[in-house]
């Protein structure tokens, strides 16, 4: 069986800009989620969903594929906002393949 990690991480932050790029124990708070989900035993992809440049520069060295929105195409609004579904980020990653 293939277990997929989905790892949504948008570039804006309301409360603190840049959060997904800064330092947190010594690396960039989004390679935390990426080495967890890379270190259990059961996930074989690690795919971090970002519209930001910066953030998937950061997420590829520690492992994960990075999807962008289809070309031409925003991330759809219900997908960027503060708080979203795991379902809105799932079908905007089915969409853009």
């Known amino acids: 069986m293939s277990v997929?990690?989905?790892l949504p991480a948008r570039g804006g932050?309301?409360?603190?800009p840049r959060k997904k790029v800064r330092?947190?124990?010594?690396?960039?708070?989004?390679?935390?989620p990426i080495e967890q989900a890379r270190q259990a035993c059961s996930v074989n992809r690690v795919i971090v969903s970002t519209d930001a440049a910066e953030g998937a520069a950061i997420s590829c060295p520690f492992g994960a594929e990075v999807i962008w929105p289809p070309a031409g195409r925003h991330r759809p609004v219900r997908v960027g906002v503060a708080v979203t579904t795991g379902g809105s980020t799932t079908i905007n990653l089915a969409s853009s393949r």
Request: charged fraction near 20%.
């Open 4 to 6: 997929l990690a989905i």
């Open 23 to 32: 330092r947190v124990a010594g690396k960039p708070l989004v390679a935390h």
């Open 13 to 16: 932050s309301e409360g603190i």
